[in-house]
């Protein structure tokens, strides 16, 4: 069971309060999906996780340990735009994560460890859609399909969270239903914990199993980085009703209104 713990977690850039008292447990395969306003420290949140931001105060634990605070294989993270490397083809892209990971001096494997890494990597492809595409150069594929990329690079180092910021903010509507239908296969297929940042409410609403909002408890009109964001919802989806989502979009619609 890899369980991960949020304990008064507090996050500061000297005077600006980001997020405050953040109380949290999440159990190994849970779906989270975190929304709330733009600025209110959700990507900060999922880079805590991932390691690269520490907390300010409080604790972050991964199975009753502290989280180190350098990225490792535990963790991978797919943002909203590629981060795929263009130089490198679509299979190559993939070993990259796990050649850089045994051989940090080359970046590559040779011989009979290279093909086992290339075995894996097609294996991952296939599980993203992108088998056949093996050979080709990312400036071939479409925006999906480069988040497809994207998401098999993470996956290949077999983390046990996967930290998705927007994965699909910049893909078109029928593109993001096909991402959907994707990400809940490899999320019942490998049983992966999954962070997913959204801009878009019904996403978050419907694809998940439990929903986190950020926003602020409290406000200083005369000082707005006073006070930090906390989740002021924290929701099983899915079976939840639709004056639920109702709610919470309307709350959302007047902070945004108000920034
Ligand atoms: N490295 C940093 N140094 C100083 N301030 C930072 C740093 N990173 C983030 N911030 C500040 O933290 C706050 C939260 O930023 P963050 O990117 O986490 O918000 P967000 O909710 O993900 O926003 P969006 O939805 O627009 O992506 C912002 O006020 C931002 O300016």
Redesign the pocket.
């Known amino acids: 069971m890899n369980n991960i713990e949020l304990k008064k977690l507090w996050k500061e ?2 005077d ?1 309060v ?1 997020l405050e008292n953040i109380n949290l447990t999440v159990k190994a395969g849970e779906f989270i999906t975190l929304v ?10 999922l ?1 805590m996780l991932l390691g690269t ?1 520490k907390p300010s105060r409080g604790e972050l634990l991964l199975d009753g340990d502290p989280i180190r605070d350098e990225p490792d294989a535990n963790r991978g993270i797919v943002f909203q735009r590629y981060s795929v490397f263009p130089h490198l083809n679509v299979i190559e892209n993939v070993m990259l994560g796990v050649e850089f990971g045994q051989s940090k001096l080359l970046g590559r494997c040779f011989g009979s460890k290279r093909r086992q890494v290339r075995a894996q990597a097609q294996e991952m492809l296939e599980l993203v859609g992108l088998g056949h595409v093996a050979n080709q150069y990312p400036t071939s594929l479409s925006g999906g399909m480069q988040q497809r990329l994207a998401i098999a690079q993470a996956l290949i180092k077999q983390p046990k969270v996967l930290l998705l910021d ?1 994965p699909f903010g910049a893909l078109d509507p029928g593109i993001r239903s096909d991402m959907h239908a994707l990400i809940l296969d490899i999320w019942q297929k490998t049983g992966i914990t999954i962070f997913m ?1 959204t ?1 878009d409410l019904t996403e978050g609403f419907y694809l998940g199993t439990r929903l986190l909002v ?1 926003d602020k408890y409290r406000q200083d009109p005369d000082n707005p ?1 006073r006070y930090g964001a906390s989740i002021t919802f924290d929701i099983p989806v899915g079976d939840t009703r639709k004056s639920t989502l109702d709610d919470i979009s309307n709350t959302m619609k007047q902070k945004q209104e108000t920034v």
């Open positions: 850039y000297g600006n980001v709330g306003a733009s600025g209110c420290g959700k990507t900060t949140f880079k931001e927007e940042i801009h950020f980085n």
